[in-house]
């Protein structure tokens, strides 16, 4: 709330803001200067409007981090037994998507111990919409707190979301950390570093090829820092290249660069499929690993070495973690183990 201080007759009142008390529609209009009504057309986007009129009301909902009533009361509501899984879908529409099924069957189970009611989200739609329409969207469903699986650089609706605290997040593999939030992963950069370090040779190894995924990404960046500091202890040539997870570019990187370099590290286990594709086709051998430990790379054959991700676990423990942030604890990072193994299809079959 907004509280109109009295101070000498011959200067303006002033609004001194209470971030910890919940905003009106009342403190809206009186710092934008227009009606109530006013305020309740222009959220409704009302067209009978003028766009500064409009400007002086938005400017002034941000400024106040103001929502309506009834999602105020939703926010502040003492039931705290709903959440949303947020998840990332492939936007390249690829036919696998082993991980988010293996992330929503771990959060159901979870979910369903702790006897909290779940809503899944996908974020098509929602990349570019206006954070304070999606928290509106959430709160009015009676969502207080949000689990998020594959946060990218680029999504400033979810990150500004985060930043506002008006829910609990927790966040799988974006290393954001605040009050109300909560970052849950493996270590990417020894993931990588260690699964590297098993399959190069040190001694016939003079230069490796490896496939990133996209730029965007937090954990690109900590699983390229991983191999960039092994190559700084081995010593090898390094090229890095951005294959965006996609298996197709992979393939097509490969074929590119595989017949100059010893050996393909890629930082997924579809990449490395497409990898290991393309040096059939070349009829070279290279080593080659991967990074998550889906059971595609049993279909695969050849026994290639992975840093597998328990992401059941992970979800079970991110539905976990929520929990304990609703019940008004702060956020922390929690780190998951990870092991580096390799897959067959007597695996896959088990």
Do not use: W
Not at 174 to 188: E, F, V
């Amino acid at each position: 709330m907004f509280i109109l201080s009295q101070i000498p007759v011959a200067i303006h009142c002033k609004y001194v803001y209470n971030k910890d008390m919940i905003s009106t529609i009342k403190d809206v209009a009186e710092k934008a200067g227009v009606s109530i009504s006013t305020v309740s057309k222009v959220l409704k986007n009302y067209s009978n409007i003028s766009e500064s009129t409009r400007k002086k009301v938005l400017d002034a909902v941000k400024e106040l981090n103001y929502v309506p009533n009834a999602i105020a009361s939703n926010l502040s509501s003492k039931k705290k037994n709903k959440i949303a899984l947020y998840i990332y879908i492939n936007d390249d529409k690829q036919s696998v998507d082993e991980v988010n099924m293996k992330y929503l069957l771990g959060a159901f189970a979870m979910a369903d111990h702790y006897h909290l009611e779940v809503s899944t989200v996908f974020n098509h739609g929602n990349n570019h919409q206006d954070p304070e329409k999606l928290t509106s969207e959430f709160a009015s469903q009676g969502i207080t707190g949000i689990i998020v699986y594959g946060l990218n650089k680029e999504d400033t609706t979810i990150q500004e979301m985060i930043r506002k605290q008006n829910f609990c997040f927790c966040v799988v593999d974006a290393p954001i950390i605040n009050k109300k939030t909560s970052c849950i992963m493996i270590d990417h950069q020894k993931g990588q570093y260690d699964v590297a370090k098993t399959v190069i040779e040190p001694e016939y190894c003079k230069k490796v090829l490896y496939l990133a995924g996209k730029k965007n990404g937090y954990v690109t960046d900590m699983r390229i820092e991983g191999i960039k500091k092994l190559q700084k202890e081995l010593g090898f040539d390094l090229i890095i290249q951005y294959a965006e997870f996609s298996e197709k570019q992979a393939y097509d990187l490969t074929m590119h660069y595989a017949s100059d370099v010893d050996t393909v590290v890629c930082a997924s286990d579809l990449m490395a499929i497409g990898a290991l594709n393309a040096l059939i086709d070349m009829n070279i051998f290279r080593r080659c690993c991967g990074f998550d430990g889906i059971s595609l790379m049993g279909y695969a054959g050849k026994g290639m070495l992975t840093c597998k991700q328990d992401f059941y676990d992970i979800s079970q423990k991110a539905v976990k973690e929520m929990r304990r942030l609703l019940n008004d604890e702060e956020g922390q990072m929690v780190l998951v183990e990870h092991t580096i193994t390799s897959f067959t299809y007597k695996d896959v079959l088990s």
